[in-house]
């Protein structure tokens, strides 16, 4: 029987041990996921994928170089979130839809070959044995995400558009990374022999696994890297480092690239605010570590992990990790106007677009 658990205590970015696994009852109440975090807990720090000093995993220093046009395009970005401000429909934080299902598997997970419907032979090659469960389920909606981690080969596996039909596993387009544990968490030739940068599951070649909200993060009540942040308008034709590419379609000068990276203030003080809890988790990794506009999208969203590997929905209801709230209502009081675009370093990029059938 497959494993597919997806809270990792260890693994690369943490301290402990690689592939020991966190237990958290992700249906518990609020205040019993409070009360283990005190008590069972204590300062434990969530597991993150990639290297301890990756863009995702480095906190941004107070001191760090803001870009000459920050105030223009966050006061833009701010005027485009606050006319999507909706009780249902944005700004969001994608979960059980548009967000990316993360299968833990062991060493001895069978394998089996996913087809790459166009494309690359080395893509191909790298995918040709994949420890992919036989019951994985793609995120819902048209993306169709997934990610397969095993820690003890420290490789994962990231799928576009993928779909278990009457000829197996096959998906559009995606990656495949090895020694997850010293990569940035960007796609380029270092990830798997014969790599590319116009590898990964993002059209940004970001890591579907960079900036995810994990339901370890929320558990242990502490986000300890950087956030993915997708946007309707993504600049056409530039990207910033650490992005390699892009699907923008706006002309505007003032709107956002993929790769920029944002954050809020370092001064801004966030108690002050009183904020919901997991804005409140949000807004802290934000203003430490920052977030990175990963790809483009119907609604400005940030993303948490898809809990469809558990069996369970941990963030509705109550007793969930959103406390009866939706995710728009949650953002309603995130401080958007306070973010900083930090130094952008552009690149010229035609439009990507990704295979298609």
């Not at 893509?123 to 994985?136: C, E, G, I």
């Not at 590419?245 to 108690?271: I, V």
Request: aromatic letters at 8%; one cysteine or more.
């Amino acid at each position: 029987m497959p494993v597919i658990l997806c809270l990792v205590v260890a693994g690369c970015g943490g301290d402990r041990d690689r592939g020991q696994p966190l237990a958290v009852a992700a249906g518990a109440k609020v205040g019993q996921r409070k009360s283990s975090y005190h008590s069972g807990f204590g300062d434990a720090v969530p597991f993150r994928f990639f290297s301890p000093t990756s863009f995702w995993n480095e906190p941004v220093p107070a001191n760090a170089a803001i870009d000459p046009s920050s105030a223009a395009i966050v006061h833009q970005f701010d005027e485009e979130v606050f006319a999507s401000e909706s009780p249902t429909s944005g700004p969001t934080i994608n979960t059980v839809r548009w967000s990316v299902p993360v299968y833990t598997v062991p060493a001895n997970e069978p394998v089996v070959r996913v087809k790459l419907r166009e494309g690359s032979p080395s893509l191909q090659a790298a995918w040709d044995a994949v420890p992919l469960p036989s019951n994985a389920r793609p995120a819902a909606g048209t993306d169709k995400h997934l990610v397969v981690w095993q820690p003890s080969s420290d490789r994962l596996w990231e799928f576009w558009r993928l779909e278990n039909g009457s000829a197996g596993w096959e998906a559009t387009w995606g990656g495949a990374m090895q020694n997850v544990s010293s990569n940035p968490g960007v796609y380029g030739p270092e990830a798997w022999p014969g790599a590319s940068s116009l590898w990964g599951g993002s059209a940004s070649s970001l890591s579907l696994a960079g900036g995810l909200i994990t339901l370890e993060d929320l558990a242990v009540g502490k986000i300890n890297h950087a956030l993915n942040l997708s946007i309707p308008n993504v600049r056409e034709g530039a990207y910033s480092s650490p992005a390699q590419r892009d699907d923008g379609s706006s002309t505007s000068p003032l709107a956002l690239p993929e790769g920029a990276h944002l954050r809020l203030e370092p001064g801004l003080d966030l108690a002050a605010l009183h904020l919901p809890h997991v804005t409140l988790l949000i807004a802290e990794a934000a203003q430490r570590y920052g977030v990175f506009i990963r790809s483009q999208g119907g609604s400005v969203a940030f993303e948490a992990q898809d809990p469809t590997p558990t069996g369970t929905e941990p963030y509705a209801g109550r007793g969930g990790y959103f406390e009866g709230k939706t995710a728009p209502q949650l953002l309603a009081s995130f401080p958007w106007s306070h973010l900083q675009l930090l130094k952008m370093k552009l690149h010229r990029f035609r439009r990507y677009r990704r295979p298609v059938r």
